[in-house]
């Protein structure tokens, strides 16, 4: 792909790599060949959920039993919403207006359910979200507080530390989505003292959709038992009893039914390309291709809603370009050149593999197409 596109829309869609094909193609091959499933779950599919398992919990900081893997962050939010009684005192869910659309989708369904109240916090910028506003809103009636560790429109970063601290010293649950964090930014879960934590493979991590991390404090799990469920959740999924539901002790009460097997092999792909090139070294790659997205922007003279401090934002930039973002975006596509769009900006976000080369490209073909 990189042969013949400038590929900077990996916040969007990471790329395809070869190791995740051929990865991917021998998982087809070990089906074709054993046939019968016993053989193919038991020596292939399984051991490769573990795999991603410790993969994920070596490079988050955490441990292998707190991880359950589900197929996107809907349904990790649905399921850990199942799992509270948001019916009595604690019945607030704070959030804000610059979380990803999914978030506030899942808690607007629940609370319709429940009664539970939504706390929205607004955006004095439309890029960031204060913390001060965070702190003011946590009190003895929040249940939960959801954290977007990097805001998917600008790119701001949230100090989602000092956030779920907040959380935990009133009695609430915190919970990060991170799926605009995971692969570019530094993450210890344990040090990041979060409830919560999900975060899939499909952006940064370059291992496609289908495939979700979903992250429960150890000491939380026996007190998770999700409605949101499923034979493979349960402790003794082959014991075929349907008359009963026993949750299992670890992170995998949280999974749900049969798993989409074929993603995980592309995910392992992408996700050893990730630890290999190492976390810290994409953060300090990102700086620089990003610092240059926004030279260019400056030169073009198109405004930069994206913070301009390296440590402030994750791996997007964007840049307005007006109420046409979407056919210029479009029009970008058709000349090989590949972002995405948010409204009247568009987004890039180089990943460690680009260069200055193809930031300068887009730019080129930018003026093009606005002229």
Not at 9 to 29: C, E, F, K, V
Not at 57 to 77: F, K, R, W, Y
Not at 170 to 181: E, K, P, Q, T
Request: with cysteine; proline share 5%.
């Amino acid at each position: 792909m990189l042969d013949r596109k400038t590929y900077l829309i990996s916040a969007s869609l990471g790329p395809i790599s070869t190791r995740a094909r051929s990865m991917l193609d021998a998982y087809l091959d070990a089906w074709a060949a054993k046939g019968a499933p016993d053989h193919v779950w038991f020596e292939d599919i399984f051991p490769r959920m573990a795999g991603l398992k410790r993969s994920f919990s070596t490079l988050a900081g955490c441990d292998p039993d707190e991880v359950a893997i589900t197929t996107n962050i809907s349904i990790a939010l649905a399921t850990v919403a199942s799992c509270l009684d948001l019916t009595g005192r604690r019945d607030r869910v704070v959030l804000s207006e610059l979380d990803f659309p999914t978030d506030g989708h899942v808690w607007i369904a629940w609370a319709r359910k429940t009664g539970a109240e939504l706390v929205w916090l607004r955006s004095p910028d439309g890029l960031t979200i204060p913390l001060e506003a965070y702190d003011d809103a946590i009190d003895d009636r929040t249940a939960v507080v959801m954290v977007n560790r990097v805001l998917y429109r600008s790119s701001a970063m949230v100090d989602a530390r000092a956030i779920c601290s907040m959380a935990r010293e009133r009695g609430a649950l915190s919970f990060v989505d991170d799926y605009h964090g995971l692969g570019i930014v530094p993450l210890d879960l344990h040090d990041l003292g979060c409830d919560l934590y999900t975060a899939g493979t499909l952006k940064w991590m370059c291992g496609g959709p289908g495939m979700v991390f979903l992250y429960a404090r150890r000491d939380l799990l026996p007190s998770l038992e999700p409605a949101v469920t499923g034979w493979f959740g349960t402790a003794e999924p082959f014991s075929f009893d349907a008359r009963h539901l026993a949750y299992h002790p670890t992170a995998r009460r949280l999974e749900h039914g049969t798993p989409p097997a074929p993603v995980f092999f592309l995910a392992q792909g992408g996700f050893d390309i990730i630890a290999e090139v190492g976390v810290e070294r994409i953060r300090a790659r990102q700086g620089e291709l990003t610092d240059h997205v926004i030279a260019r922007s400056d030169d073009a003279g198109l405004e930069v809603r994206t913070p301009r401090d390296r440590s402030a934002r994750g791996g997007v930039v964007n840049v307005q370009v007006g109420d046409g973002a979407g056919a210029i975006c479009h029009a970008l596509l058709a000349r090989d050149v590949c972002t995405d769009f948010r409204g009247d900006g568009l987004r890039i976000s180089p990943h460690f593999f680009n260069t200055e080369d193809d930031v300068d490209r887009c730019f080129d073909e930018l003026a093009a197409v606005m002229a």
